[in-house]
């Protein structure tokens, strides 16, 4: 599927398109970033300017308050409280300052001075600041501890949050004001539901201290983005599901933040036509597409069709298929031609090349019959005979389907090449066939990594590894004789396969001898011929080493290149140890 024709035609067509699709939402992505630039460096400055004027009125009572603090006699005189006298008019000329400075600073709200020694608290408060409720409030923060002075924090009095700053001194007296947070924001473009966007202040838990009716969710929302650093963000609305673009400015005197945020769908107001454009695109793709293919499938897909039902027809033998010569173009004409002249000669070929054939089979199926060990097949039918006699049909049965299955193998298999599964499994028969000549002193296992079933070999490249192994590892005097095959992928690509047992191993003479100039002697007819076979199928790039493992016994390695026919049928990929015992 992947590599037809018509896939890769329709592939590409799509690319491109899908290519085409990017760059204008790109170009429409682009074109919303500049709206979205142009909005947000407008609204930046006007929440600067706005928030630079908080800033100087939380400014110009921090230093009154610090110099009431620092300079005036009549908070000295309210501090030590020597006399009676001084301290009732001391009191008198404190509240006298604060009615003329509240007329000076319309924004405050109320003057507190507040003598933690004997609970002595006077205020100067203006509508609607619940003069009772905040002396309760400065009492309660000055008892518990819980008490900012530092800087400006709001705090909630009978449903409204107002900002209250504290100057103490030597922890006994404290001057203090409050400013409430409606009335610091009355002059600014506040967010509003009839106008959702605009102005909010916000605390440092996220909660609304102006009350502009923004939902909760949405407050947590904005305040939770990273939109306070002064940078523009989008901000998903829980409340309503739409984005939303903030901005935010952290207040240096008091503990709250100012956020400007505007509904996404407002900046792109100015764009309707071009977001239409973008919204057809998809839909003209593909009208674009269905064109296309009814184009290509009547001068390409066609004429490639018929020729490849043509080739079909002709690998199943009907090698009088022939092909119109007429087609829609040139091109299929001069194929089509060529195609009939190349199935006329193949038909005028196929009964020579069909007696060739049946001559090399035979003389493949007489090879192979000869490397049917006599001894060892008689040894194995006597065995079933014994299991017979002695009524274990079942071994019996299991043995002679072993027997069975290695004929078939070695006398039906002429092809020139086999799974790497179906090999192991030939080799499994005959290691299961000794298995049960010998029960008690032989084991085995043969094992294929995931991944590696289906790689094509050479037939019976394997086979005589594992004879060998029986033939020469193998002695009765011995314990439990062992042999191991496995198949495992080479980091560089290709195959290893990896023949050990537990007998005697190979002398160094042995070892020395095979590895010099002179090789492998002739006598050795089986491995001579896998050395042979692997330089003709693999030109060379094959090896098949010998050595001796660690704690004794052979080990022989058959390593194979990655460079193979393509992948036959097999079964599974994944990993397989056959009748390990």
Known sequence: MVRSLSFQLLSGFILFAALLIVLLIA?????????????????????????????????????????????????????????????????????????????????????????KPGDDLIDITRSPIPAAAFDGTVRRLTREGD??????????????????????????IYVGSVIGADTLTAAMPMWSESRPQGLNLLGEDGALLAGTGMPAASTQAVAKSTASKGTFRTVRDPATGASLLAVGRKLETARATVYYTIP???????????????????????????????????VLLKPMRRLVRGMQRI???????????????????????????????????????????LLAQEARFKQLQTQINPHF??????????????????LAQKLLQHIVDYLRFITRNAAEWVTLEQEFSHIGNYLEIQHMRFPHRMRYSVQIDPGLSGTPIPPLIVQPLAENAMIHGFAMEQGVFRVDLRAAALPGG??????TDNGPGFTEELLLAWSGPAGIPERHIGLRNIIERLSIKYKGEASLSFGNGPEGGAVVRLSLPPAAPPALASGDDGEKEENPR
């Open 27 to 115: 170009g429409n992505n682009y074109a919303i970033q500049v709206v979205r630039s142009q909005v947000s460096d407008a609204n930046r400055g006007l929440l600067d300017m706005y928030t630079a004027e908080m800033e100087r009125q939380f400014e110009e009572v921090n230093n009154y308050l610090y110099g009431l603090v620092i300079q005036d006699p009549d908070v000295q005189t309210m501090l030590l409280d020597n006399d009676p006298g001084e301290y009732y008019f001391a009191k008198q000329r404190m509240i006298g300052k604060f009615n003329v400075q509240m007329n000076i600073m319309r924004a405050v709200g109320a003057f507190i001075v507040y003598r």
């Open 147 to 172: 008490l900012d002075t530092r800087t400006w924090f709001p705090v909630e009095v009978e449903g409204r949050f107002y900002f209250l700053r504290l100057v103490g001194l030597n922890e006994q």
């Open 264 to 298: 996404e769908n407002r900046l792109l107001a100015n764009l309707p036509n071009f977001r239409r454009l973008i919204n057809w695109i998809p839909w003209v793709t593909l009208l674009l597409i269905a064109v296309y293919l009814a184009f290509m499938q009547q």
């Open 315 to 357: 690998k199943k033998g009907n090698w009088d298929t022939r092909l119109p010569v007429a087609s829609s173009s040139l091109e299929f004409a001069q194929l089509n031609t060529t195609f009939n002249q190349m199935a006329s000669e193949i038909n005028e070929l196929k009964l020579d090349v069909y007696e060739k054939q």
């Open 377 to 394: 097949f008689m040894n194995a039918l006597n065995i079933a005979y014994s299991l017979a006699g002695l009524e274990e049909y079942q």
């Open 494 to 499: 290709g195959i290893e396969v990896t023949v």
